[in-house]
T-cell receptor, first 114, second 112 residues
Framework: GAVVSQHPSRVICKSGTSVKIECRSL??????MFWYRQFPKQSLMLMAT?????????EQGVEKDKFLINHASLTLSTLTVTSAHPEDSSFYIC??????????FGEGSRLTVL | QKEVEQDPGPLSVPEGAIVSLNCTYS??????FMWYRQYSRKGPELLMY????GNKEDGRFTAQVDKSSKYISLFIRDSQPSDSATYLC????????????FGRGTSLIVHP
C-alpha cells in the first residue's frame, strides 16, 4: 500500500520556539493532505485541509497563525507550530489522499513543549 | 450529541475470542464507513472500507453496516494478542473527496 512518511516522530522543544513537521507521500502524488491532532485516548481532531499550491483550509477554532501549513508540492506538506507552548504538546498526524480517494496516514509526530 | 459515538473501552478479551466493536452515528447522509487500527504512538491504518449497508469480510475481520439503525460493527474472529490496538471507526457522506468523521476509538486488549 501507499506510504506516508512523517518526520520527526518525536520532538521536544522549549516554550517559545517553532517546530516544523514534514509529511511526505512516498509513492503517490497527493493533491490533498490533512493534519490532525490527537490527545490521549481521544479521537483524531481535524486541524486543516491542505491542497497543493493553495492556502490551507482551517477548521473552526484552529489558529492559522499558530499552525502554519504549507503544501508546496504534490508529495510534501509541512506543519509549523509557531511560538510553541506547553498546551501545544500533542500527537500530530498527517494523512494524504491518493488519486482514487483512499486516505493514508503518517506515523505521527509527538510534540512535547517544555 | 456527537456525530459519531464510540465507546473508548478498554475492552479486554482472551486470545481466541470473537471481538465486537461498534459505533453509532447521527448523520443519515453518511454513506462510506471505515475502520482503522491504531497501535500505540503510531498513525492509523485502514482495515476495512464499506459503502452503504451490508457486510464485508476480509480474513478474520467482518465489517457490518446497518444504516436503518445508524449502527456499524467490526467483528474480529480468533483474536490474537497482536490485535491489541485502538480501533477507530470513520464515516463520510461523499466518496472521492470525502473528509471522514472519526469516532474516538475503542482500546482493545487481547491477552494470551
Amino acid at each position: 500500500g501507499a506510504v506516508v512518511s512523517q518526520h520527526p516522530s518525536r520532538v521536544i522543544c522549549k516554550s517559545g520556539t517553532s517546530v516544523k513537521i514534514e509529511c511526505r507521500s512516498l509513492d503517490f502524488q497527493a493533491t490533498t493532505m490533512f493534519w490532525y491532532r490527537q490527545f490521549p485516548k481521544q479521537s483524531l481532531m481535524l486541524m486543516a485541509t491542505s491542497n497543493e499550491g493553495s492556502k490551507a483550509t482551517y477548521e473552526q477554532g484552529v489558529e492559522k497563525d499558530k499552525f502554519l501549513i504549507n503544501h508546496a508540492s504534490l508529495t510534501l506538506s509541512t506543519l509549523t507550530v509557531t511560538s510553541a507552548h506547553p498546551e501545544d504538546s500533542s500527537f500530530y498526524i498527517c494523512s494524504a489522499r491518493d488519486q482514487i480517494g483512499e486516505l493514508f496516514f503518517g506515523e505521527g509526530s509527538r510534540l512535547t513543549v517544555l | 450529541q456527537k456525530e459519531v459515538e464510540q465507546d473508548p473501552g478498554p475492552l479486554s478479551v482472551p486470545e481466541g475470542a470473537i471481538v465486537s466493536l461498534n459505533c453509532t452515528y447521527s448523520n443519515s447522509a453518511f454513506q462510506y464507513f471505515m475502520w482503522y487500527r491504531q497501535y500505540s504512538r503510531k498513525g492509523p491504518e485502514l482495515l476495512m472500507y464499506t459503502y452503504s449497508s451490508g457486510n464485508k469480510e476480509d480474513g478474520r475481520f467482518t465489517a457490518q453496516v446497518d444504516k436503518s439503525s445508524k449502527y456499524i460493527s467490526l467483528f474480529i474472529r480468533d483474536s490474537q494478542p497482536s490485535d491489541s490496538a485502538t480501533y477507530l471507526c470513520a464515516m463520510s457522506a461523499s466518496g472521492g473527496s470525502y473528509i471522514p468523521t472519526f469516532g474516538r476509538g475503542t482500546s482493545l486488549i487481547v491477552h494470551p
